[in-house]
């Protein structure tokens, strides 16, 4: 594995969901079934990510750290966050200024979202639509 930074446990607690920093990827490792001890590709990313948590309904949130390319000069917006489906797709994205560069979200029962960063001293607090 290349730079492994996160990970969680799916809901049915069969496979675990591993960020990959370095390629910009999830990877899914199988603990349980006939894939036990096997791994393969879960979805490929556009930047590194930082963490990965459960989101409460089957997928994932994963933390981008920055984006694998930048926008061009001038342009102050990244993605920051992406929700991924049990199925290995994007189904929402997040985006913030480029100051901001999270190691973390998660999603409480609530509907916020609660997004971190070693390089901020506050949590920012986010209400889910």
């Not at 994932?60 to 990244?78: M, N, Q, T």
């Not at 920051?80 to 409480?108: D, H, L, N, W, Y």
């Amino acid at each position: 594995m290349t730079y492994p930074n996160g990970v969680a446990i799916s809901a049915d607690r069969t496979h675990l969901i591993v960020a990959l920093t370095g390629p910009c990827k999830l990877l899914r490792y199988w603990i349980r079934g006939p894939n036990a001890g096997m791994s393969e590709p879960f979805t490929d990313l556009p930047g590194y990510p930082d963490n990965v948590r459960p989101d409460g309904r089957g997928g994932y949130w994963v933390a981008l750290h920055r984006e694998r390319f930048e926008l061009p000069f001038g342009l102050d917006s990244h993605r920051v966050a992406m929700r991924i489906s049990a199925g290995g797709k994007v189904v929402q994205e997040m985006r913030g200024p480029k100051s901001v560069r999270p190691t973390e979200i998660m999603e409480r029962k609530d509907g916020k979202i609660y997004m971190g960063s070693v390089e901020l001293p506050y949590v920012e607090v986010i209400k889910s639509t």
